[in-house]
Structure formats: structure tokens, C-alpha cells
């Protein structure tokens, strides 16, 4: 069964601080996708990043960067020097090449509470 | 932006009422896709579809229905709503095969 684990249901962590977001998948296919959405208090999903099952490198993209490592089946999410507008629920998520469907498989999200 | 907008954004209904949650896209887009959220699931697939007048069921879909008569609108409705189907819901769609999916603004709806 495909599923995605995020453990962390809540952190909290002061301005500044280096903070990382937790996920791990199961599944059985080969070849799959993981990416990760922040949703701010404002209530709206926002893409952050795809992964494919095949690129491991790990990305950096300004303050963020993601660990993908197939050995444990996970996708961590680190955010360097937090801020206050870091502050959201950031959800991880995967879908598989086999389902036609391409629908994606969501983890119950962790919230990120950043305080000045 | 995806074009993607939802009506309503807030709803408050009582029990046993049917209710139309509505998604509308300007772009075309074959694949389009309904999930509830609720506090300590994430995003749960309700029902998704692939083209006009074709569907298929997700993870809890038990209680709803979806038609899509045009390819921009796609439509979940509840049949007699129940307090367990209050939620916020979003409708969703993917430009590609494995791409990201976009998400409308949701819509939150309280089953009284």
C-alpha cells in the first residue's frame, strides 16, 4: 500500500533557527514522485517541489533545501535561518507512474510555527 | 496562477440538505480532482476526473457525487449532508501526467 508518513504533527522553533520537516513514503513501485506544498494560514496550497524517484540529487533553492534518500524512503525538507512567514502547515506527498489516475497521496501535514 | 476557482468559499448547511460545491478552470485541463482536508488526515482524494463525463471514485468517496459535463467545470455534490462531511474542500488540477497539481482556494463547509 502506498502511504506517506509525516511524524511531526507540530514544531516550533524561534526566528532564525535552522528546522527541518520530516517525510517518509512507502511504496512499491519504481518509479514514483514526491512533492512537498505549504499552505499558509491564508488556507491556499503551495507548490514548493517535484522530485522523481530516479534524481536523488538534493536541491537548494534559496533558504530551502530537500534530502531525498531512497535508502529510507524519505523526502526531508529543511529550511535555513526560518522566518516568521515560514509560519504554515507544509504538506509532503507522492504519486505513483503506475496509477493513471495521477493523483497524489498526502501526508496529515506538519505545522511550522515560527516565533519571533 | 491555474485558473482554478471554487463557489462557494463558505458554506453552512444543515444536516440531510444536498449541497454543490463547484470548480471552474479556464485552462483546459483533462485531469481535475476533488480532496477533502481534515485535521490530522492531510488531503484525501473524494473523487477525480479524467475527461468529460469521466470519473472515477478515491479514497472517501462514500456520500458523494461528481459530474463534469464541460471540460472546464467539475462539480461534487453531497446527497444528504452529515456532520462527518464537514471539511474544506479542494478541487485540483494537473497540467501534465506527473506534474504538480494545482489547488483552488477552497471551500469550507460546516454540516450543522
Known amino acids: 500500500a502506498q502511504k506517506v508518513t509525516q511524524a511531526q504533527t507540530e514544531i516550533s522553533v524561534v526566528e532564525k533557527e535552522d528546522v527541518t520537516l520530516d517525510c517518509v513514503y512507502e511504496?512499491?513501485?519504481?518509479?514514483?514522485?514526491l512533492f512537498w506544498y505549504k499552505q499558509p494560514p491564508s488556507g491556499e496550497l503551495v507548490f514548493l517541489i517535484r522530485?522523481?524517484?530516479?534524481?536523488?540529487q538534493n536541491e537548494i533553492s534559496g533558504r530551502y533545501s530537500w534530502n531525498f534518500q531512497k535508502s529510507t524512503s524519505s523526502f526531508n525538507f529543511t529550511i535555513t535561518a526560518s522566518q516568521v512567514v515560514d509560519s504554515a502547515v507544509y504538506f509532503c506527498?507522492?504519486?505513483?507512474?503506475?496509477?493513471?489516475?495521477?493523483?497524489?497521496?498526502f501526508g496529515s501535514g506538519t505545522r511550522l510555527l515560527v516565533r519571533p | 496562477d491555474a485558473g482554478i476557482t471554487q463557489s462557494p468559499r463558505h458554506k453552512v448547511t444543515e444536516t440531510g440538505t444536498p449541497v454543490t460545491l463547484r470548480c471552474h478552470q479556464t485552462?483546459?485541463?483533462?485531469?481535475m480532482y476533488w480532496y477533502r482536508q481534515d485535521p490530522g488526515h492531510g488531503l484525501r482524494l473524494i473523487h477525480y476526473?479524467?475527461?468529460?463525463?469521466?470519473?472515477d471514485k478515491g479514497e472517501v468517496s462514500d456520500g458523494y457525487s461528481v459530474s463534469r459535463s464541460k471540460t472546464e467545470d467539475f462539480l461534487l455534490t453531497l446527497e444528504s449532508a452529515t456532520s462527518s462531511q464537514t471539511s474544506v474542500y479542494f478541487c485540483?488540477?494537473?497540467?501534465?501526467?506527473?506534474?504538480?497539481?494545482?489547488f483552488g482556494q477552497g471551500t469550507r463547509l460546516t454540516v450543522v
Open positions: 506527498a507522492l504519486s505513483l507512474q503506475g496509477d493513471s489516475s495521477y493523483k497524489l497521496i
Open positions: 511504496t512499491r513501485d519504481t518509479t514514483y514522485y
Open positions: 522530485r522523481n524517484s530516479f534524481d536523488e
Open positions: 485552462e483546459n485541463h483533462r485531469y
Open positions: 476526473s479524467y475527461g468529460v463525463k469521466d470519473t
Open positions: 485540483a488540477i494537473t497540467v501534465g501526467q506527473f506534474t504538480e497539481a494545482f
